[in-house]
């Protein structure tokens, strides 16, 4: 009984899918694929490759880097997004002394609470005080941002494929529309407000060009800040926002795969030598 | 129970002794994976991932634990409370990531687990209550994922939620109140969080239990094995420990040695990037997909894309989304009758030539197939690899399994697993061989 109603489903379900198959095959032979060209997909760009001390299971944060990078931040990128992840103290595992972290947080204003009257006010920031927010909320980024709010950047290397090397890609790629997508496509536009960036999905970014002209920000180590420079040292400081303690993790699983790795022969010979007592001999 | 020259629990020491006069557990323990049970000597390496599972399952419940002292299940919070775990809690990272990770190596070593028996027939008489048990346990695992990867309340959290709750819509009149009655509102929100976090703590647990009868009515007739031919003597068996606890150690250390490689240097390689995107009702992710271990159902959901009408008319018997309902949990219930489904004697896939076909050839690739396009954008030609396979997976299971043994002639069986193993039962010399030098 079990198998003539089971025969019957299964007979359902194959029919059901492959009516569903035959409905798309005629589809696509009658029109072709669905899945209409658009200048979405034929003129977005995946990014090119990106090497940075970080990557790889030997990696290591390169300080000066990330630093540099935390200035970049600092000086462009903190004027729309957000680093709500981060707290002033995590930057002492970036090799500042603490004297160097309070400096730094001082050189912050951050939201407070007048301790006399109550009212909020602005201070100095300390060690444990978080990155202030740029806008006051979603209302006032959109505001000021033609409609669009400015992402976080805490994860933002983990929050899209490709991560820091999507970041660099990004930041680098604002150029004028290629003739070709006008060719191409004639009804394709650029919208008031938007940029033209084969990195970003949609081709069309409301975040205008950041890194405009090299020497925007002057590096303290002397590094020569070119456009590119930038851009790179700025993906590998958020490669540092978004996971703060992947040295760690690096340093640690060595030595736990090293331990696992001589458990392992361990435990091959144990098992070799008890099999050992119940193997007879084959002719 | 176990077989007659089963090996009796002696307490050597006088604190033993005392111990297994008031409460055996220390013989229960014998009995269930040490001496006392004797197991076919002939088990190959796909028998290593039950205890392998057992292993995840308290990995699992020991990572989660502490996970649960620092997470909020708050729909404000939950979000910055992960983060809160990966940044500032002491090792926090590692149980986060050892969690995250250890749900698919727990998919992993299961999904091995239940195509070593569906290929080895472990399903058939006498075990047809062990093999009942464990689809119970994966769907009780099932759930279990599912719930978890809604906690960090990500985009694909929140987004995975609604999806996978809207399904419950489609049923016939009382599909849209339970949906609501199940997430607590109309959308997954702070009720569905909260409860999803509750059952999430509480099944794990629920598992645990049907394990333990899983074991339990494993020790009836006691381990399968690849012949599939069932144990006659004492030659055939050696004794759990310490034969198949050192066999299972290595296993062990191979598989930690991958989920450590992993955990360590790729633990985001099995994620989807947009769950580290904060939640967000108003924007909907241009890919909406599971964890990895659901694709194939997933894509068995989505195949079906035409309404069942009457042919000729425009009269909707059942539409398209409740049939893919219905074949996603029928695909899983199917193997609640496997024992009753395939007819043939012979247990193992060794000694069938037909089955054997059917499987490597039909069943892996057709899963596969499900799998990749699971994960794909539901958009041709996905749609139809994935109905052409969708096809297939259900007339394996309903009409080619069922069938196959009526022209099926099996190869021939050795006369034991003895014989199998050395040549011929003459060879192995009782007792001697079977029990370890002390």
Known sequence: MVRIIGFFVGLFFAVMALWAFGTGLATVASQGYLNEETAEKVFHREPQPLHLASDGPFGKFDHRQVQRGYQVYKEVCKACHSLNHVAFRDLAELGYSEAEVKAEAASWTVPGIDPNTGETTTRPGTPTDYFPKPFANDIAARAANSGAVPPDLSLMVKAREGGAAYIHALLTGFQPVPAEVKKQFPDFQVPTGTYYNPYFANLNIKMPPPLTSDGQVAYKDGTPATVDQMAKDVAAFLVWTAEPTQDKRHQTGWPVLGFLLFATVLAYLAKKQVWARAKVRRD | MSFPWAQHYEPKAPFMRWLDEKLPLPRFAYNAIGAGYPVPRNLNYMWNFGVLAGFCLVLQIVTGVILAMHYAP?????????????????????????????????????????????????????????????????????????????????????????????????????????????????????????????????????????????????????????????????????????????????????????????????????????????????????????????????????????????????????????????????????????????????????????????????????????????????????????????????????????????????????????????????????????????
Request: aromatic fraction near 18%; proline fraction near 7%; charged fraction near 10%.
């Open chain 2, 74 to 438: 708050n729909g404000l919070v939950a979000f910055d409370s992960t983060e809160h775990i990966m940044r500032d809690v002491n090792w926090g990272w590692l149980m986060r990531y050892a969690h995250a990770n250890g749900a698919s190596a727990f998919f992993v070593v299961v999904y091995m687990h239940i195509f070593r028996g569906l290929f080895y027939g472990s399903y058939k008489a006498p075990r047809e209550m062990v093999w009942l048990l464990g689809v119970v346990i994966f769907l009780l695992m099932m759930a279990t994922a599912f719930m978890g990867y809604v906690l960090p309340w990500g985009q694909m959290s929140f987004w995975g939620a609604k999806v996978i709750t809207g399904l419950f819509g489609a049923i016939p009149f009382v599909g849209e109140p339970l949906q609501v009655w199940l997430l607590g509102g109309y959308a997954p929100d702070n009720a569905a969080l909260n409860r999803f976090f509750s059952l999430h703590f509480l099944l794990p647990f629920v598992i645990a239990g049907v394990i333990i009868l899983h074991i339990w009515a494993l020790h009836i007739p006691g381990s399968s094995n690849p012949t599939g031919v069932e144990v006659k003597s004492e030659s055939d068996t050696v004794g759990f420990h310490p034969y198949y606890t050192a066999k299972d150690g290595f296993g062990l250390a191979v598989f930690l040695i991958l989920y450590c490689a992993f955990l360590f240097f790729m633990p985001n390689a099995l994620g989807h990037p947009d769950n580290y995107i904060p939640a967000n009702p108003l924007s909907t992710p241009a890919l909406i997909v599971p964890e990895w271990y659901f694709w194939p159902y997933y894509a068995i959901l989505r195949a079906f894309t035409h309404d069942l009408t009457i042919p000729f008319t425009h009269v909707v018997i059942i539409e398209a989304k409740l049939l893919g309902v219905m074949a996603m949990f029928a695909s899983i219930l199917v193997w609640f009758f496997l024992p009753w489904l395939d007819r043939s004697p012979v247990r193992s896939g060794h000694y069938r030539p037909l089955f054997r076909k059917f499987f490597w050839f039909g069943l892996i690739p057709c899963v596969v197939v499900l799998g990749y396009c699971g994960g794909s954008h539901a958009e041709e030609p996905y749609l139809m690899l994935s109905q052409v396979a969708a096809a297939y997976y259900f007339l394996h299971f309903l009409v080619i399994l069922p069938l196959i043994s009526s022209f099926e002639r099996p190869e021939p069986l050795p006369f034991s697993i003895t014989e199998a193993v050395l040549g011929s039962d003459k060879k192995a010399v009782l007792g001697e061989n079977t029990t370890p030098a002390t």
